[in-house]
């Protein structure tokens, strides 16, 4: 971070980003998506460094608290709005009285877990 300046580490980690997702995408194996996934998460803490500092040097001081403490707020907020979502829809989904989509899942998992 101290060669490259806080712009320049940031655009080099869009590149890391953009190269592990292009990796996920045209994945031919499994081993290809645990390295995308190994690079993203590199990525993620590169940009949880740098992205705070940045914000912290540039914004100005009226601002600069709120923009400071937004990561830690959207870290804890996004992963449960997902998961209240996603339990939403499987409430929703078990509701409907349809059990075919239950079965599948379960032929999904025993397939996934070579059972």
């Not at 705070?52 to 001081?61: D, I, Q």
């Amino acid at each position: 971070m101290a060669k490259l300046g806080r712009k320049g580490a940031m655009l080099m980690d869009a590149g890391f980003f953009a190269v592990s997702f292009l990796v996920i995408a045209v994945a031919p194996s499994i081993w290809f998506v645990y390295a995308g996934r190994f690079l993203c998460g590199i990525s993620t803490g590169i940009c949880s460094l740098v992205c705070p500092v940045y914000v912290a040097e540039t914004a100005t001081p009226d601002v600069r608290g709120l923009l400071g403490g937004s990561p830690t707020r959207l870290i804890s907020l996004f992963p449960f709005s997902f998961f209240f979502s996603g339990f939403r829809t499987q409430i929703n989904f078990c509701e409907s009285g349809s059990s075919v989509g239950m079965r599948i899942r379960k032929q999904q998992l025993n397939q996934y877990l070579h059972i």
